[in-house]
């Protein structure tokens, strides 16, 4: 048997743990950012025109400091990872359900799922260089979890008691860590897309100092950017539709329009318009782009802006 | 980076002329809507016009049916416009209606001829090979001797590949020296799949708008309920509802438990609601039990019962001048804060010779504080009636229907004391007040629970639910598949050699994966697999 109690303190003390490490790994990125450079003249410039030569890979901007310091930030941010799932493990135990009933858990678990969402694409794409921003949502949220949103471990309400909280919950935090990745890199995509365009037009290549010139070229930031879309887009489709039949079961009715359901709604059309206007002539890149930031901020707003000001059918998830 | 090519029908249905006469103007619109463009202007309108309704109190929906009454009270200005424009019913209003039909016109526009091509593309072999392949992706070029020289024992390199290839899951076509092979038409098939599933939806939603209905009882325990029109606290029928012939079945609420969290920082917060009901369906005379509790409704032949609230029906008996009894049974108090403190009204038309009213307030656990009464706790543990008396007529044989909750005191007067104050008394359970002037006399005998009840009807949501579950496998389906072609060409060359070239192309956003070209490359290559310069890698991740 676990003391919920000696649990719930585990947990705590492991989220406290969390923001240590991760901190430190803000300061090893922005290090690694620092140190960072970019590579020389890499853009030829013809007589006919300008031959944009994309710089084939990030490493080339790696210096040996860089690098070590980047590998510093991965570390803990793995570190900082493991912390919170064991937070969310610990508290999972302590209340005897799955650890996603009010806003501070959904926070902690957001915060699992970003950092998860991060370490997986890393392994396959250059995103370490988004490293930095990363950290810094995780801690926010960290942070907000702990100062405005803490509360200790109680059973649920009768109305969120239903296997549908475990699944529908999951699946939409799980796309929303992914979602995050994806804004990142897309807002990435757009600064660096900016400053690819005045060099292109000015004929000379991006000032070395530039925070710009750091990051990779603007075709791997959009590639990122699309594949976590395309990654979390079904996976957030699925939470809709798991809300909807677990609304069905609990109110009777499987779309009744309640804000949350109306703001998941507003964010899936327009991550859908992001997707058709990735495929649309003209309207890829930049201006896609903004579709998927404001799907974000949708997504930003039902969690917090529709738990904290708007009243509905589900403002029960207690902050 | 290499050629990337995307198949995208707007890149194709948005270069168009301009139109010079009437049919011109129609085919051009006609494109225009249909285009991947409109599609993305008529998606951002679309959830545009969904926000207000999530800022602006609505009707019809469930959470609070008077917000927009309040709404109305508070802005008295703004209210008639904002309502002029449908802002109170966006979901149910023109022209939100009008965005949603447009675009699902627009997409059935879009991917019917879209679903012709794939129609006909199944059916036709893959497409042969550009002439130029170093201009598609993943190239690679190499010569090589002749197989064995001739001889018939070795395959040739166009039978190599298309035994690769074929193992690979490409369709796969020899024309001479040439191997053609294309895979992932599924994807096309799941983006039908998906966009077809949204026409699908709309079906299962207008069947639920047109022939089901939702309502609302309220029942003390005790009661009983039977399923037919009259007896619901509200009833929103659809336009085809057939209310004469709702679900034959009645329903008994023999007991309601609650339980609340006693200690800690949610102290009062609900923890465990459970309705056990007793229930009779069609003609059938047998008595069946279920319990009811939240996300465990009644199914009762697709008719479902959710309990949706609860709250307290104190248990009194009214006695009227003579002695006689003149109401008895529990009576509905609304709960209107999170400790239950209730209002209600009790009527005893039957009190002679004056009809009989009491209007008060409900306490489960009753305390003093320095505003007066309240309650201190949702649970019944000192559980009060506060109550004022009046006499008179109750007004309910004028005709029109009155609402169970208020008292019409037009025709009534209120019971005073001798002091001239108004009569009002505090009661706990087994006390028994008297009216000033042997008026008559009300006790309250015990606390009672009610539980609300929304009652659905849906028949259109098992339509819903498989377009669901098409858009979800649609929908994968056409974002993890992707579409791609590999070409082999064998050239021979003077004598025994001959140049093998092999390369790809992607259909979808994203350049080639290289593995397919690489297998196919491994298969006929002799020795180890370099990375020749001329060949474009770019396509490795993912
Ligand atoms: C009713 C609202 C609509 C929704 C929710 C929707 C959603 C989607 C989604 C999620 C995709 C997958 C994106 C991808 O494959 O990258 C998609 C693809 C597509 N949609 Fe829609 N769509 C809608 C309306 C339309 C309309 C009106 C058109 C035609 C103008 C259209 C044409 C297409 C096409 C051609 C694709 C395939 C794109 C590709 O192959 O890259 N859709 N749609």
Known sequence: MTDPTMMESLSNLFVYSAIAVYSLALLAHAAETATRTTPRARATVTPAGVTAQEPPSTATMQTPRSARWGAVGTSLALAGFVLTLAATVTRGLAAGRAPWGNMYEFALVSTVAVGGAYLFFLTREPVRAFGVWIVALVLLALGMAVTVFYTPVDELVPVLDSYWLVIHVAAAIVSGGIFSLGAVATALFLVRDRAERRALSSGAPAPRGRYAATLPASTTLAQVAHAAHMFAFPIWTFAVLAGAVWAENSWGRYWGWDPKETWAFITWVMYAAYLHAESTAGWRGRRAAWFALAGYAAFLFNFFGVNLWISGLHSYAGV | ?542
């Open chain 2, 1 to 542: 980076m290499s050629t990337q090519i995307t198949e995208s029908v707007g890149a194709s249905t948005e270069t168009n002329g301009s139109p010079t006469h009437g049919w011109g103007w129609l085919r051009w619109g006609w494109r225009s809507l249909t285009s991947m463009r409109t599609a993305v202007i008529l998606l951002t309108f679309l959830a545009v016009a969904a926000i207000p309704g999530s800022l602006l109190p609505q009707r019809n929906v469930a959470s609070d049916p008077a917000a927009v009454t309040k709404f109305a009270r508070d802005n008295p200005d703004l209210y008639p416009w904002l309502d002029r424009l449908g802002m109170f019913e966006v979901y149910a209003s023109p022209w939100f209606a009008a965005v949603y039909l447009l675009l699902l016109v627009s997409m059935t526009g879009c991917v019917l001829p879209r679903c012709a091509r794939l129609w006909r593309s199944v059916r036709s072999a893959p497409v042969a090979a550009p002439t130029n392949l170093a201009r598609m992706e993943c190239h690679s070029r190499w010569s090589d001797t002749v197989p064995g020289g001739g001889s018939s024992t070795e395959e040739s390199p166009v039978d190599v590949a298309q035994r690769v290839l074929r193992r690979r899951g490409f369709r796969v076509e020899a024309r001479g020296n040439e191997v053609r092979a294309e895979k992932g038409y599924v994807r096309e098939l799941g983006n039908l799949v998906f966009h077809l599933s949204l026409l699908v939806l709309l079906v299962g939603v207008a069947a639920g708008r047109l022939f089901g209905f939702e309502g609302r009882i309220a029942l003390a325990e005790g009661s009983t309920f039977t399923n037919v029109r009259s007896e619901y606290d509200a009833f929103t029928p659809s336009v085809w509802t057939d209310t004469e012939n709702l679900e034959p079945f009645s329903i008994t609420l023999e007991d309601f438990e609650a339980k609340f969290e006693t200690s800690g920082a949610k102290i009062g917060e609900p923890r465990y609601f459970n309705a056990a009901l007793s229930y009779r369906t069609g003609t059938n005379p047998e008595v069946r039990r279920q319990e009811v509790r939240p996300n465990h409704p009644l199914d009762i032949n697709e008719t479902k019962a959710f309990l949706t609230g609860h709250g307290y029906a104190p248990v009194v008996t009214v006695r009227d001048a003579r002695g006689d009894v003149a109401f008895s049974g529990p009576v509905i108090f609304l709960p209107n804060d999170s400790s239950y403190a209730s209002d209600g009204v009790i009527k005893a038309p039957d009190a002679v010779p004056q009809q009989l009213g009491f209007e008060g307030f409900f306490l489960p656990t009753a305390d003093i504080g320095e505003q007066g009464p309240y309650s201190a706790f949702p649970d019944a543990f000192n559980p009060q009636l506060f109550l004022t008396a009046f006499t008179g007529d109750l007004g309910m044989d004028a005709g029109s229907p009155q609402s169970v909750f208020t008292l019409d005191k037009s025709g009534m007067e209120q019971a005073m004391q001798r002091d001239g104050q108004p009569f009002s008394r505090a009661l706990r359970v087994g006390e028994t007040m008297s009216l000033p002037g042997g008026a008559g006399s009300l006790t309250f005998d015990k606390v009672a629970r009610f539980a609300n009840f929304q009652i659905a009807y849906d028949p259109g949501k098992e339509i819903s639910l498989a377009a669901g579950l098409m858009l979800l496998v649609g929908l994968t389906t056409s974002l993890a598949i992707r579409r791609r072609r590999v070409w082999v060409r064998v050239t021979q060359d003077s004598g025994s050699r001959c140049t093998v070239e092999v390369a790809g192309q992607s259909l979808t956003r994203w350049p080639l994966d290289a593995r397919d070209t690489d297998a196919v490359v491994a298969a006929l290559r002799p020795g180890p697999l370099p990375r020749p310069a001329d060949s474009t890698h770019e396509g490795h991740r993912r």
